[in-house]
């Protein structure tokens, strides 16, 4: 099929390959998003174009374009870094911590934690109304200290951050210019633990409930036909959910998945029913896909999403710096030429 002119992806003035980046959100699961990056950032082949993201992913897509454009890929990296440190700063006085036996066994996990399995119960029981009727929220005041939004709006890199319409149920996605502490704040706001935050008279929740993250505008505004795609929710578990904490978490991954998926349905369709043309139809079909995730990150619980600490953070980095490795090793000479995420697949399942 031929392909759009105006869509390719290799840079011949600067013998590089144009990349887009999908940043799912996943709480502190993000920062193995943090590690890829980390990772991806060292390939000099590679220029990114443009990055969607949603919560977790749209805060390292904003560090990110405002590192890159203060001092190119290592600034990014440092960006990264900074940021990520300030998380775990901010929460090392949060009583919601391991516990001692958990912490004794090596694990990750909050379920056995008491401060967690209160403020969970409590959650359930309460809005954030009742529980934070000031609003607080500790990211506000990292974001304000290590993002410079107004050299974000000059980025060379493309973002589109999603959050959702809590009146119309739909995803808006914000771009460069429009950034702010707000808009990231308001892409990561779980309804059961934040208030809606409120944005040109509208209220907002988490973008993971319309665009986990958004593909619709890589493929409409940019150049690039290469999406790396970045999971920290699995597509699937083994197993059926038993207890009332399992349901309900599996409940979030396939909810949060659901937009994605649909879009990557919509990709693999046209692929077959588009033959030729420079339309829209044509500029979806001619697409490439590539997966970057983790069986080890899938297995950790949904609590975990809560823990900040830095060793915690450090090991989900490593683990994401492994699996871009990996995913280099066994398919960065595919980038640029094929997909390597079978999406035919997910029409199988249909």
Known sequence: MPLDPSKASVDTVHDTLLVDLALQGGGSHGAFTWGVLDRLLEEPWLRIDGISGTSAGA??????????????????????????RRVSHAARFSPIRRSPLDILLGRWTLDNSPFFVAFDMAARLFSPYDLNPRG??????ILAECVDFERVAKSSIRLFVTATNVRTGRGRVFRNAEMTPDVL?????LPTLFQAI????EAYWDGGYSGNPTITPLVRECKSQDTLLIAVNPV???GTP???REILDRLNEVSFNATLLKELRMIALLRQVVDAGTGEGALWAGMRIHLISSTA???LGASSKFNAEWDFLTMLRDEGRRSAETFLTAH?????KRSTLDLDRLLDEV
């Open 59 to 84: 805060m390292n897509a904003v560090v990110l374009a405002d590192g890159y454009a203060a001092g190119g890929p290592e600034g990014a990296r440092t960006a990264l870094e900074l940021f990520w």
């Open 136 to 141: 607080a929220n500790p990211l506000r005041e």
């Open 185 to 189: 704040l308001a892409s990561a706001c």
């Open 198 to 201: 409120e944005i040109d008279g």
């Open 236 to 238: 699937e578990r083994e």
């Open 242 to 244: 038993r207890s009332a």
């Open 297 to 299: 990150i899938d297995k």
């Open 332 to 336: 960065g000479s595919d980038v640029g």
